[in-house]
């Protein structure tokens, strides 16, 4: 496995269903990130983590929980989401978050594609 | 008022015509100015990136940044129908702090025709 990977690809929940999305990362970056993408909108900035510390929350609604155990993995636990949280959720990384942002190197995953019923 | 404004497309061109590809911005702060592509059902990936103003050429790609009019551009030469994806723009300001927020357009999807 090479980059970064992101299971699973595609997700169906309920409303009250609690599921998570896992993300894998094999290039030995210490900063992880996690972005919502909706049709016609920005990619917007969800949870940053740097070796494994978390150092960005952007105003997350508390049913998006993040988890990063080591610096290659991290989880986004999802519980009681709402029909607008249909989304494909993309998961990042970056050699850390104080290199030069010149390089605005962010690795993408392919993304989980997630539906709320 | 959107700090980045990108057009959505789609653009369609034929095979091996010049494409522009533009964003506009309102926060002078950006310093940092970068291009991602995006194909069906992938991630981004890192095309160019530029910094401040000027040009930068990679083949057949060409980033442009007029920080005066807070417009960059995109140019691809000799399209080809493997260009056909979503570019995606992206920016941030300088920082000595540590983490730098990148902001993204909306992307502009590009059909290149054979």
């Known amino acids: 496995e090479t980059g970064v990977t992101q299971t699973p690809r595609h997700l169906v929940m309920g409303m009250t269903n609690k599921k998570s999305l896992k993300c894998e990362q094999h290039?030995?970056?210490?900063?992880m990130y996690w972005y919502k993408q909706s049709a016609k909108k920005p990619l917007e900035l969800m949870f940053v983590?740097?070796?494994?510390?978390?150092?960005e929350n952007n105003s997350v609604p508390s049913r998006f929980s993040p988890e990063c155990p080591n610096s290659s993995h991290l989880f986004l636990h999802l519980h009681t989401l709402q029909p607008e949280d249909s989304a494909l959720y993309l998961c990042?990384?970056?050699?850390?978050?104080?290199?030069?942002?010149?390089?605005?190197?962010?690795?993408f995953g392919e993304g989980s594609r997630l539906t709320v019923l | 008022q959107k700090e980045v404004e990108q057009d959505p497309g789609p653009l369609s061109v034929p095979e091996g015509a010049i494409v522009s590809l533009n964003c506009t911005y309102s926060n002078s702060a950006f310093q940092y100015f970068m291009w991602y592509r995006q194909y069906s059902r992938k991630g981004p990936e890192l095309l160019m990136y530029?910094?401040?103003?000027g040009n930068k050429e990679d083949g057949r790609f060409t980033a442009q940044v007029d920080k005066s009019s807070k417009y960059i551009s995109l140019f691809i030469r000799d399209s080809q129908p493997s260009d056909s994806a979503t570019y995606l723009c992206?920016?941030?300001?300088?920082?000595?702090?540590?983490?730098?927020?990148?902001?993204f357009g909306t992307g502009t999807r590009l059909l290149v025709s054979p």
């Open positions: 990042a990384s970056s050699q850390d978050t104080w290199t030069d942002i010149g390089t605005g190197e962010l690795f």
């Open positions: 992206a920016m941030s300001p300088y920082s000595n702090t540590g983490f730098q927020k990148l902001v």
């Open positions: 530029t910094y401040s103003s």
């Open positions: 290039l030995g970056h210490n900063a």
């Open positions: 983590y740097n070796f494994k510390e978390q150092t």
